[in-house]
């Protein structure tokens, strides 16, 4: 056990539809990361943010948004589903703000868009 | 943009024998280098990690090697056994214009199965 821990652990829905993922880091953990994995596209880093703040931006689409809360709890918000979204996504977090700090990764959220 | 590919996708030992897994990463501005070991189902789990200024670093029946000069790193668990089977990725974060990131690029994944 990661100490990170998402919810709902599965997830179905139709297109164009709207969800939410959230996410809790660990204990003393400030940094939270969101990863997608998806058969052709492996894992592959969607946005990470620290002690609330935005922090770095990867591949994320339009139509996805996170933040985090004064709790430093995460949510990720998929709207405008597609067919194509549907994928393993991972919540990550570490200590600090940059490279160098061991990352722990929760059990994922499967997303199947129907 | 950079990334971090693996040699080979498949992998497969006996119980007992010495796994090398290898992967070659593009960023020459990488710093830190982390190991994760899936399961089926499951999120990736921390193996070890290494800094771009060791070129070796051992753990628990694992040690990771970095060769900076050809940009590859390589992952060898000794005495395998068969909770070893998983996927393996390798990924790095780095810097990019003097400022650390802390965003993890992964490789494709190798598949260890380990046979009894």
């Known amino acids: 056990d990661s100490g990170v821990t998402q919810t709902p652990k599965h997830l179905i829905t139709a297109t164009g539809q709207r969800v939410t993922l959230r996410c809790s880091p660990r204990?003393?953990?400030?940094?939270v990361y969101w990863y997608q994995q998806s058969l052709d596209q492996g894992l592959q880093f969607l946005i990470q943010?620290?002690?609330?703040?935005?922090?770095a931006k990867g591949n994320i689409l339009e139509r996805f948004s996170a933040q985090q809360f004064p709790d430093l709890h995460s949510e990720l918000n998929l709207s405008s589903l597609e067919l194509g979204d549907s994928a393993l996504y991972f919540c990550?977090?570490?200590?600090?703000?940059?490279?160098?700090?061991?990352?722990?990764f929760g059990p994922g959220t499967r997303l199947t868009v129907t | 943009g950079e990334s971090v590919g693996l040699h080979l996708p498949t992998l497969s030992v006996q119980e007992g024998d010495n796994s090398i897994i290898n992967c070659a990463y593009s960023n020459s501005a990488s710093d830190y280098f982390i190991w994760y070991k899936q399961e089926s189902g499951k999120g990736p789990q921390f193996i070890i990690d290494i800094r771009s200024n060791m070129d070796k670093r051992q753990g628990q029946r694992v040690t990771v090697l970095l060769n900076k000069t050809v940009k590859h790193l390589s992952l060898q668990i000794a005495a395998t056994q068969p909770g070893d089977s998983a996927v393996y990725f390798c990924a790095e974060s780095g810097n990019a214009g003097g400022t650390s990131y802390g965003k993890l690029t992964f490789g494709q994944g190798t598949i260890l199965t380990v046979h009894p």
């Open positions: 990550a977090s570490s200590v600090g703000p940059s490279g160098g700090y061991e990352q722990y």
């Open positions: 204990s003393g953990d400030l940094s």
């Open positions: 943010y620290y002690n609330g703040e935005e922090r």
